[in-house]
């Protein structure tokens, strides 16, 4: 199993929820509303300068390993401007996972 987590624009969450609807398998996904401030690769920015700061979305879920670089695909694809600040895909492997109401583990508790 895989945690996917992504940065994403407000704007482009539709898009990507659309996406993921569309693998088989899907789990669920969370969804919290973030702060983030970071240097922007491709930028000139004064060593002094503050880094910009912006109101992002953050995506979480847990994935079977059959298809994480899919769903990490269809995020991409789907969150995608081209711009700066587009955001960032990552993938955490997942030693285990826990229903808290059945106590059902591993890839079948997803």
């Known amino acids: 199993m ?3 987590k992504a940065i994403i ?6 898009a990507v929820r659309a996406a993921l609807q569309t693998i088989a ?3 669920g996904v969370t969804v919290s509303m973030v702060h983030a401030f970071s240097r922007q690769h491709g930028r000139d920015a004064m060593p002094s300068e503050a880094a910009p700061e912006t109101d992002l979305l953050k995506l979480e879920t847990v994935v079977p ?4 670089d899919q769903v990490i695909d269809a995020i991409q ?3 995608t ?9 990552f993938k955490i492997a997942v030693a285990d996972a826990v229903r808290v109401r059945t106590g059902e583990r591993g890839v ?3």
């Open 25 to 27: 398998d899907m789990p």
């Open 9 to 14: 624009r407000h704007q482009r969450l539709d």
């Open 65 to 68: 390993v059959a298809i994480a």
């Open 81 to 89: 401007t081209g711009r700066a600040g587009d955001g960032m895909v």
């Open 2 to 4: 895989f945690e996917v």
């Open 77 to 79: 694809q789907a969150a």
């Open 108 to 110: 079948g508790s997803l």
